[in-house]
């Protein structure tokens, strides 16, 4: 079989040269033009090329991807967290994974997810990117952080307590509620992670969240210390909000949280 390479025009080989040579991952179209002594069209042509060849992932407009070596069968894959990690480290802004993905990397679901949910500082909204799909929450940097530290270095995952907390505060987008309190419930024995998911609900999460959780615990009678920390956050409350959002107002109320107990399956399911 012959190689690619006799495919390549004499600026895609310049191009795939400069970038074995000097080390180099991701560029702008200006860098490539300086490098190349291209004009601008040029540097527009090459690209769109080396795109439709699946030898370069468009970043975002005028920035990209390069391939450090030219890849096995002349088309170039890339995990979705080295995407990110360029895409990001190129922006300056932070992010980290969230949804069905980060469930699933905890061992809460089986279901594979088929778009990545991500949490970041600077973009909202759905992408495609390198052929893989992505959806952007852009978010406050104090909403970021508590990371899974077992994660692989390239990949931004929140800890097991983290991606809990994020299934209540963000129910409505996951669709995590009563799931959640069931992910609760079964390590109500375990001090460490109910200390540990009260420290994200106070430090990443909101009032509303702290309290339902808090409730939660109250209920399974467990984690004294870490209720005793998420009282402190959402002291005083003043209204009722239900446990479980969309399922009525109706059921016994705890003052001290200002909740509605308004499902109780997920005690004993």
């Known amino acids: 079989m012959k190689s690619q390479s006799i495919k390549f025009g004499p600026s895609i080989s310049r191009l795939l040269a400069w970038v074995q040579m000097r080390g180099i991952e991701r560029a702008t179209n200006e860098e490539i033009r300086a490098a190349l002594r291209l004009t601008t069209d040029q540097v527009r042509q090459l690209m769109t090329r080396l795109n439709r060849k699946g030898l370069a992932i468009l970043l975002q407009r005028g920035l990209w991807l390069l391939p450090p070596k030219l890849p096995p069968g002349g088309r170039w894959s890339v995990p979705p967290d080295v995407i990110l990690r360029h895409l990001f480290d190129a922006k300056g802004g932070d992010y980290q994974e969230t949804g069905l993905g980060a469930l699933q990397y905890q061992g809460l679901t089986d279901q594979v997810a088929n778009v990545m949910t991500v949490y970041n500082t600077l973009f909202t909204g759905r992408r495609t990117i390198g052929g ?65 998911l009260a420290a994200c609900a106070v430090a990443h999460g909101d009032a509303g969240t702290c309290r339902r959780i808090g409730a939660v615990m109250e209920l399974l009678d467990a984690g004294a210390v870490a209720r005793r920390k998420l009282q402190r956050a959402v002291s005083p409350v003043r209204t009722f909000i239900p446990l479980v959002p969309g399922r009525g107002t109706k059921g016994s109320t705890l003052r001290n949280w200002g909740i509605i107990v308004n499902d109780r399956r997920w005690l004993d399911e």
């Open 132 to 196: 893989l799909p992505f959806q952007f929450i852009e978010v406050a940097p104090e909403r970021l952080g508590a990371l899974d530290k077992k994660a692989l270095p390239q990949r931004r995952v929140g800890s097991l307590p983290r991606v809990i907390m994020d299934a209540v505060y963000d129910a409505a987008r996951f669709g995590t509620l009563p799931a959640a309190y069931r992910w609760i419930r079964e390590r109500k024995d375990e001090p460490r992670f109910l200390d540990n």
